[in-house]
């Protein structure tokens, strides 16, 4: 019998905040030095456009799923999820990050300026811009599989070239990919940028990430973003408001693997999603919980034509296929 997909879109309700005195802090003052990277952050807050991780749980005595969520100027997904599991005392087996040394500054920061999209982003029908940061989500849940590839790279291969293929005009797009640096109670993560081809090999996608992480593009794009806050606030809202007022996007999406998360006494269900916004319009979370390997696509609204059962559909056969 044919799986059936729900073709309604999912929204968020009645999201709350959690690490509410921090987020109180944050809000009363949001361009403080403290806040690190967290203040790239800031100056979106300041052109209207507040970025939120949001975290669904529904509890094995609750019948329905309670939202939470939180400034990704205070955390990235990691941070998140290790702040809400105390705050709301659940079982989660998050991984240990160790901070890994720069080994040549110079040649991963050369490796960040060098990656930049080989094709502008074309989707079939994108809105004009605006500044909000609304949305709508599919869950996807699937049972756990061993490859000899990682699951950053499976995610990669399979979500983003269907993506691509469903609502975009593209033939190659490129991917934010973060890499947590180290072990922290903050945001604490850079990233690499990774290019998807249409026709590409799960082989061609992995190597393409294992590379990139060898050559540490991933603090190259660190060391730049540090630079950015020595030259202060004044700067970092200036190079913000030049890449967001443009007309086109040098990220297609953002593609985060939470890792193995383990087996949780009190959820049924975890759903983590990642912010977007017209720049970045696509947001994928991977992680494992529970038994099950789960898959979380957010669409920005300005995405008109997202036809969420054949993304699902499609997602779901190539998978079946490894």
């Known amino acids: 019998m044919k799986k059936k997909y729900d073709n309604s879109y999912n929204r968020v309700n009645d999201a709350k905040f959690f690490d509410y005195e921090n987020y109180l802090k944050y809000k009363n003052d949001i361009w403080n030095p403290k806040y690190q990277e967290g203040l790239y952050f800031s100056a979106l807050e300041e052109i209207g456009q507040s970025l939120n991780i949001n975290i669904g749980l529904k509890k094995k ?24 599991a105390k705050e709301q005392d659940f079982d989660l087996s998050l991984p240990v990050f160790k901070k890994t040394p720069v080994l040549n500054p110079l040649k991963s920061i050369m490796a960040a300026f060098k990656s930049t999209p080989s094709q502008k982003h074309s989707f079939l029908e994108q809105s004009e811009k605006d500044n909000s940061t609304n949305f709508h989500y599919i869950r996807l849940s699937f049972s756990s599989i061993d490859s000899k590839y990682s699951q950053t790279a499976i995610i990669a291969k399979i979500v983003c070239q269907t993506l691509m293929k469903q ?29 998807i081809e249409e026709n590409q090999s799960i082989q061609e996608v992995h190597k393409n990430l294992v590379e990139k992480l060898k050559k540490q593009e ?53 759903t983590v999603l990642v912010p977007v916004r017209w720049h970045r319009p696509l947001g994928v ?11 979380t696509i957010t669409f920005h609204d300005s995405l008109k034509k997202v036809n969420v059962n054949e993304i699902s559909r499609e997602i779901t056969e190539l998978r079946s296929a490894l």
Do not use: C
């Open 285 to 295: 979370v991977t992680y494992k919980h529970n038994g099950q390997q789960i898959i």
């Open 218 to 270: 991933y603090w190259g794009y660190h060391l730049i973003s540090k630079l950015g806050l020595k030259l202060g606030r004044r700067a970092i809202q200036f190079l913000t408001e030049k890449n967001v007022l443009k007309d086109e996007t040098i990220w297609m999406g953002l593609v985060s693997n939470l890792g193995d998360l383990g087996l949780s006494k009190e959820l049924d269900e975890l």
């Open 61 to 84: 005595s609750d019948n329905n799923i309670q939202w939470f969520k939180t400034p990704h100027a205070l955390h990235d997904g990691h941070s998140a999820l290790k702040t809400l």
């Open 167 to 195: 609502i975009t005009n593209n033939t190659i797009s490129r991917w934010m990919i973060p890499v947590r640096l180290e072990e922290a109670s903050s945001i604490q993560a850079s990233y690499i940028g990774l290019q």
